[in-house]
């Protein structure tokens, strides 16, 4: 008797076979973006923060620069700031390896590119922000699809990061992603290690999810 084997991870999926390849066509679509089309998806995304209830009341949010075609926060960044808001940049941590620790973000600091080739602020001897403090998180996501499943550039970075969320929940921040719409598919598989999105944001609409 033939056993029945469950489908493999997007097998039905047109653009790919594997979680892998997935990755490569979704950040070599987002790179295809003209500058207008970038500022275009940087406007939009900038109206649906600015109406966003999870951030309605955050004060001290964690947020990161545009690179590889991410939909650039930028324009929320400037608009933000004039209500109060204060912006956070995530650093690799160089005491706990593969975590990340958050340093304020503002005009004039001096950025240096990381190992992986991303600017970021010098690491504060005591300016820096732990993740449990702060209210919101908005980061980059490479693909996710409407029932919180994500995918990311695959270092776990923000997975470790936030894993106490898991335990503590009322201790989290909201945990929002940031998107071009197109990078919506049709299903991920959430894996064990995966913490729970609030939600994701992109130049078309917002998402929530359920905890």
Do not use: C
């Amino acid at each position: 008797m033939s056993q029945l084997h469950p489908p493999k991870p997007f097998e039905a999926h047109p653009d790919t076979l594997s979680r892998t390849e997935l990755r490569k066509h979704l950040r070599r679509k987002r790179r295809s973006l003209s500058f207008e089309q970038q500022q275009r998806a940087s406007e939009q995304l900038a109206l649906n923060l600015l109406k966003h209830p999870d951030l309605h009341r955050a004060r001290h949010i964690g947020i990161y620069l545009a690179n590889d075609g991410e939909i650039d926060p930028h324009l929320y960044i400037d608009l933000a700031r004039r209500k109060g808001i204060h912006f956070y940049l995530p650093i690799l941590h160089p005491i706990y390896p593969g975590k990340l620790v958050f340093s304020p973000y503002f005009d004039g600091i001096r950025l240096s590119a990381n190992r992986f080739g991303i600017p970021e602020p010098p690491f504060p001897r005591s300016r820096r922000r732990p993740a449990w403090a702060l209210d919101a998180v908005l980061f980059p996501l490479v693909g996710f699809d409407e029932n919180g499943g994500r995918l990311g550039m695959g270092g776990g970075f923000y997975d470790r990061t936030f894993a106490f969320s898991r335990i503590r929940p009322g201790m989290a921040p909201k945990l929002i992603g940031l998107a071009h719409d197109f990078q919506k598919v049709r299903e991920l598989p959430i894996e064990p290690w995966d913490v729970p999105l609030h939600g994701v944001v992109t130049d078309k609409r917002r998402y929530r999810f359920k905890p």
